[in-house]
């Protein structure tokens, strides 16, 4: 039998380094000859950027139906047939411009998602396989808002498409938002939660009344009066008034819940950043509310209809930023392959999660 003692490699494989600028965290590796800052700010631009072309999509979509320049280009992906970009014409007037400007903010979407997913392969790999998945839905989706984008205008601006074309963009906001939190949270293996268990139940029950408002608004703009083109001006089989109320009584819901959340989030001394998200949604409920029952009163006039499709989507990353402020990635818990310290700072250690809520 050999009692000998087994063998120790002596030169273990190095572990990849971390390094931390500001609140975000970055891999030493692949760095392609950058700093650490040039890397921060380049990771910093990509998921901002993502998140404001994401709302920015809903509300170019909205300038296309409030100016009825939904067919301002009569084919897809060309403007016209056999002629990519729009001509002025008297006839058509800036209508083709508008219609293809919301295209090329799609493109523009395209680059974003693709610097995303390789800012997350390279850089942020050890915040999880997690940050890595969701990375990818923002690319995926929009290549499916621009496939939806087609049959839009081969349907010549039907509502029962033009609906799902833009409950697409709500639901990659909330996706863009939860991405901006995670880059600047921490990176431990498993996220810890901050609150108790109610309060994580009380948020999905947000996140699934917010979409519901959301659906109902598309709706109650398929039987109002902008179809997004003149000559095909179809609306869906509703009552516009009963829609309304529908929808109105689905925000008073949501804002009752909303506040009732933010009560116990004060009781239990919730950590700051959890509370200000919830005030933030408040403040933009409020406001996202004043404007909807003002442009209802007075004959949905189009900048207000325009502000309160800016508002849906300040609504879905508000939700989005509730519901993932409810967790932390910050912890004593190592990453499997970044097991030195962050380079270039020297904030204590966070204690080991003792698995109560964060006070």
Known sequence: MNDS??????????????????????????????????????????????????IGIIVSGGVVRLTSSGLGCSTWPNCEPGQFTPELTMEAGIHP??????????????????????????????????????????LVGTAVQAIVGMVVVYADLHPGVVSPHFLISPILVAVSTVLLFRLYDGDAARRRSLVPRAMHWMSGALAIIGFAILVLGTLVTGTGPHSGDDVHPERLPFDARTISWLHADSVMLFYGLLVGLLIALHLIGAARQTRRAAWSLVVVTALQAAIGYTQYFTGLPEVLVGLHMLGAGLLAAGVAWVAVSLYTWQGTEPVV?????????????????????SR
Not at 9 to 20: K, N
Not at 39 to 51: M, P, Q, S
Not at 108 to 132: C, I, N, P, T
Request: net charge positive.
């Open 337 to 357: 392959g970044a097991a030195e310290p962050a380079i270039g700072t020297d904030r204590p250690t966070p204690p080991a999660p003792t698995g109560k809520a």
């Open 5 to 54: 003692p087994p063998a120790v490699d002596e030169h273990p494989a190095p572990s990849p380094r971390r390094e931390l600028v500001g609140r975000i965290s970055l891999s030493g590796d692949r760095t392609l000859g950058l700093t650490a800052a040039a890397r921060a700010r380049i990771a910093a631009v990509v998921f901002w950027g993502n998140l404001v072309c994401q």
């Open 97 to 138: 411009f508008i219609e293809f400007g919301n295209r090329t903010l799609t493109g523009v979407l395209g680059v974003f998602a693709v610097a995303l997913l390789l800012v997350s392969l390279l850089w942020l790999r050890h915040k999880g396989r997690s940050l890595l998945w969701l990375s990818l839905v923002p």
